[in-house]
């Protein structure tokens, strides 16, 4: 990455970004600038690491790449303060959810570019998805987040909002057939740990498939085999279109509440 960045918001995600960051050595400890409100034993141990915190605002470099990774709620007043150190050199990149491009670009002369990242960005393993306006946007999502996330690079800002309701709340759903599965293998017999225990085994085996070759559809042929057991049950998951019609509803109820934010 050619440029500094200054994170605004060292939470949950701006945490897990730059540990993403640091490990995958995409930036090093002196390009990143971490502007926190509150210390933490984190944030003293990266500014050990050489990560600058809460410098001196005289000495925020003119061409950073911002990014906002604040509670959307409170962003405006959280900018506010440094407004005047984002030049139109720098480049803004929001990992907020709900808060649009054009909200975004407002309070600011520089170009505007929309990330949203799971928080496997910091194993280097995330999902994100991107939009935006201009080359010098792109060029700062890619080089930001592709060392960190299959970066998926939308066709239209419009689509946002179902990209997240599938990358970032899918993987609350699919914990929660998990859990689901575990409680019919109650049912069934099985001891509440020993249900939990496959349930878990099942989803990290299911994980382990995804980095082998191919469709998802071949990759679920290759469980189920032609008459067999699982294919009994994926003929009652798929009975109607069930399964793809409570998909459809899930995701909708997701992307009607992103746009009500
Ligand atoms: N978590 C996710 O998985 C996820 C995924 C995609 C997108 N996002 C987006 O990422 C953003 C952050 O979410 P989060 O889950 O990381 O929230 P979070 O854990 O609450 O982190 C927000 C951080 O912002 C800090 N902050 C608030 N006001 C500030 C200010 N004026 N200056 C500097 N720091 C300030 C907070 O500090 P204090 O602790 O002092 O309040 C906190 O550390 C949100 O916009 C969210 O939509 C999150």
């Known amino acids: ?84 150190h984002v030049g139109p050199q720098a480049v803004v990149l929001s990992v907020m959810a709900g808060v649009s491009l054009s909200q975004t670009a407002e309070p600011f002369e520089a170009p505007v570019v929309r990330v949203m990242p799971t928080t496997g960005v910091a194993q280097g393993r995330g999902i994100a998805s991107a939009w935006a306006e201009d080359e010098r946007g792109w060029a700062a999502a890619r080089a930001l987040f592709r060392p960190i996330a299959d970066l998926v690079e939308l066709s239209g800002e419009d689509r946002m909002d179902a990209a997240t309701a599938v990358a970032g709340c899918g993987p609350a759903y699919v914990l929660a057939l998990a859990q689901s599965m575990a409680r019919a293998g109650e049912a069934q017999g099985l001891t509440a740990e020993d249900a939990d225990r496959l349930a878990r085994g099942a989803l990290r085996s299911a994980a382990a498939v995804l980095d082998g070759e191919g469709s998802l559809d071949e990759m679920i042929g290759r469980i189920a085999s032609p008459g067999g057991v699982t294919e009994a049950g994926l003929r009652v998951l798929a009975a109607d279109g069930a399964l793809d019609d409570l998909a459809a509803r899930t995701t909708q109820a997701a992307v009607d509440k992103a746009r009500a934010v």
Request: cysteine-free; proline content about 10%.
């Open 1 to 84: 990455m050619g440029r500094p960045v200054i994170l605004l918001g060292h939470g949950r995600l701006g945490s897990a970004i730059v540990e993403g960051w640091l490990s995958t050595h995409t930036l090093r400890p002196a390009d990143l600038i971490i502007l926190a409100r509150s210390d933490s034993p984190a944030l003293r141990a990266l500014a050990a690491r050489g990560v600058r915190v809460n410098p001196d605002p005289a000495d925020l470099p003119a061409d950073a790449v911002w990014v906002l990774a604040v509670k959307p709620k409170v962003w405006r007043e959280a900018v506010e303060p440094w407004r005047a």
